[in-house]
């Protein structure tokens, strides 16, 4: 029977190798794990095809400088970090492929809810109807949770314990966000009138 390839043990330590070599080996380790995952890969996972003793984030910002002048670039999101192509490529990949990198459409409508989501989270679609005065449609839902910007939260402790809807990594991605800390300020997008005043989260939902 064929060995099974993950039974082999990676060498971490690198330690017959010279200490540049070592590092740069480190590097190519980590822009081929980040190559090869779609979605943000955190530091603890990238740490485990280093040595015991490298910074990750060292290695990070030597893979960066390494890939200057590239199309593309290692990008920190959603807690971890990603491959991303530059935005100045965006024009040349709608052009060839006739899709945008990040190109969700969105209606505006679409944006304000989701918007009300990502502030009052976990909120039910009653919360949301707090918010907008009238009742958000399952559809509208629908369309936020095909892109996967969206997802299904705790259970409402309010009567028929109804669903909550919560966001998700891939609108940390779509947003370049690395947290929901670094949403901006609400008052600020509220007296500008791109997000629709309402209770705080804790009582949105």
Known sequence: MAKDHT???LDRELEDL?????????????EAVLFAS???VPREDLARVVGQ?????????DLMADLEGHS?????AAGGWMMRTRPVYAVAIRTAADIGNQD???????VAVLAAIAYHQPITRDGL???????????????????????????SPQRGAPYTYVTTEQFLVAFDLESLQDLPDREQLEDAGMMASGPEPS???
């Open 104 to 110: 969700l459409d969105l209606r505006e409508y679409d």
């Open 53 to 61: 003793g490298a910074s990750v984030d060292l290695l990070i910002d």
């Open 72 to 76: 593309f670039d290692v990008v920190k």
């Open 7 to 9: 039974d082999q043990a």
């Open 129 to 155: 109807k707090g918010i907008f005065g009238k009742e958000i449609k399952r559809d509208l839902i629908g369309r936020l949770h095909a892109r996967g910007l969206i997802g299904t939260g705790p259970r």
């Open 38 to 40: 779609a979605s943000p």
């Open 203 to 205: 009582s949105a939902a």
């Open 18 to 30: 010279p200490a540049d070599l070592r590092w740069r080996e480190w590097m190519r380790r980590i």
